[in-house]
């Protein structure tokens, strides 16, 4: 997959490893999916609908992509959902290691166990911002825990699990469940401080993992499993920007991309959101990075620590 491209086609200069602040891994996988198949293809997608996005961010302006945007290789582990968690969870910890902002593409929900396990290795204090149509906090699911519907099982005993546009459970998945910290649909529906209210539940330290079936199957279509009533574009943003505004978001997932070949828009929006959501969270601070060569990060520090809008080394 894209092994010589860069994402979204940005100059190679921009795109090495070493000088880069963000790496993108994809992850094409989709071995636990219970209705329509096709998450595999997500990444492939997404990049594709990258390559013809325009770069500059009208509304921070800013270009994002110069902070650097590693395109790593793609994980194709898919011999068991253990096993793709497994060097899910390894992959991300190397770059968050190498002091990366580190976004991972999939795939299907089942991977954010990976994403989420080693973000809370490595980050005190964790908050998950899980948005998503569904509550994934089953324990087991035909026969793995590492099946889409336990996306958040683990996190919801190993962080601050925060869960936003839930609007489809089963009735078992109450016993796990931390009403305070659940945002429903319907509630938030009638509710205008939701956003207000979601973002006092947040800790400093926040990763965001977010199932595209969370927003309105009118603007999402080509998602596995699409439910009526959910987030709508710019509320999202609205909520996305105040996120990366007042906490220290470390890193984000992106999943359920369920591409139809006659509807790119949803491909579309994918790769607009994700680029919003990295053009939040670098054009609000006043670059007091470190843009220090890899050499350099790697011997001041051995694990990676993001402070608001800083690196700590
Ligand atoms: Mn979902």
């Known amino acids: 997959m894209n092994t010589n491209k860069t994402y979204a086609r940005i100059p190679q200069e921009f795109g090495n490893l070493s000088t880069s602040k963000i790496v993108v891994i994809p992850v094409p996988y989709d071995g636990t999916s219970t209705w329509q198949k096709g998450a595999d293809k997500g990444p492939q997608a997404f990049l594709n609908a990258s390559e013809n996005m325009e770069l500059y961010d009208i509304e921070t302006d800013s270009e994002v992509y110069k902070e650097g945007v590693f395109l790593a290789d793609a994980i194709t582990e898919n011999t ?4 793709v968690v497994e ?41 998950v911002l899980h948005i998503d ?12 825990k590492c099946n889409h ?23 078992s998945e109450k016993r796990t469940m931390n009403t305070d910290k659940v945002f429903f649909a319907h509630e938030m529906a009638v509710n205008e401080d939701w956003m207000e209210d ?73 790769a607009k959101l994700f680029y919003k959501m990295l053009s939040y969270k670098f054009a609000s601070n006043d670059d ?10 790697e011997k001041n520090s051995k694990i990676s620590k993001f402070k608001n809008n800083d690196y700590e080394f």
């Open 87 to 127: 060097a899910v969870h390894q992959e991300t910890k190397k770059y968050i290691n190498r002091n990366k902002f580190v976004t991972v593409f999939g795939g299907e929900h089942s991977i954010s166990i990976g994403t989420i396990r080693a973000f809370s290795e490595c980050f005190n204090d964790l908050t």
């Open 80 to 83: 068991s959902p253990e096993a």
């Open 149 to 171: 519907a336990c996306a958040v099982y683990e996190a919801n005993s190993t962080t601050n699990l925060v869960q936003v546009g839930i609007r489809s459970m089963d009735i």
């Open 288 to 297: 007091d990075y470190d843009n220090g060569e890899e050499s350099s990060l």
């Open 198 to 270: 979601v973002i006092d539940q947040l800790g400093k330290n926040v990763f965001i993992t977010f199932d595209l079936d969370a927003l309105d199957p009118s603007i999402m279509p080509s998602t596995g499993t699409p439910e009526p009533g959910g987030l709508f574009y710019y509320e999202t943003l609205e909520f996305l920007k105040q996120v990366f505004e007042q906490k220290n978001v470390v890193g984000f997932d992106m999943v359920e991309l369920c591409p139809n070949e006659n509807e790119k828009s949803s491909d579309f929006l994918a």
């Open 133 to 144: 149509a569904h509550a994934d906090l089953r324990k087991e699911y035909e026969g793995s």
